[in-house]
């Protein structure tokens, strides 16, 4: 039996929340960074379910009219390719400037005994201020530890030891 959800609507869902809630609203005129969502134990870490995650909020929010900036194409904006896109707060204020960026979306992720705690947020990038909040919940199914490289109740970034 499969537990997981629909990882492709929930994540369209949290895109959808994100927007609704912003206080206050943003323009789909203005151009949006996504980052990976990130392990919340480790905040440089991340898996295969973070970049699956922020793709498809990416993607959604492209799909409802919105500008996203595809970070992958900038590696400055890196601290580790092989392990997804992490907003440098150092350079935030550079990357906005270029892009004339007002927001970011950004994330984090913890994994429990049997669900997936889902944290997004948009920042406003001026000020760092949190204008949009959406917490949910995933099943622990199969596909999710796969994204997750779980092993024997522990999990690790794949392709590290």
Same mark, same amino acid.
Not at 26 to 51: C, H, R
Not at 87 to 94: E, G, V
Not at 99 to 124: E, F, P, R
């Given at each position: ?11 369209? $869902? ?11 609203? /943003? ?8 980052? $990976?969502? $990130? ?26 009219? *919105? ?5 992958? #194409? ?20 550079? /990357? ?6 007002? !927001?970011?979306?950004?994330?984090? *992720? ?5 669900? /997936? !705690? ?6 406003? #990038? ?9 917490? !949910? ?25």
């Amino acid at each position: 039996m499969n537990l997981d959800a629909d990882l492709i609507n929930e994540s369209y $869902t949290a895109a959808d929340e994100l927007i609704a809630r912003s206080m206050p609203p /943003i323009s789909p005129a203005a151009p949006v960074l996504i980052a $990976t969502l $990130t392990d919340v134990q480790s905040l440089e870490d991340t898996s295969l379910f973070g970049k699956t995650v922020s793709e498809q909020i990416s993607s959604r929010l492209v799909q409802i009219g *919105y500008k996203v900036i595809e970070l992958k #194409l900038r590696k400055a904006v890196l601290i580790n390719s092989e392990r997804g896109e992490f907003l440098l707060s150092r350079m935030a204020q550079d /990357i906005a400037k270029e892009h004339d960026a007002q !927001y970011a979306i950004v994330g984090t *992720y913890s994994i429990g005994n049997y669900l /997936i !705690y889902v944290s997004a947020k948009i920042v406003k #990038l001026s000020d760092n201020t949190i204008i949009s909040t959406y917490n !949910y919940k995933l099943p622990l199914g199969a596909n999710n530890r796969k994204l997750l490289n779980l092993t024997s109740g522990e999990w690790k970034i794949a392709g590290q030891n």
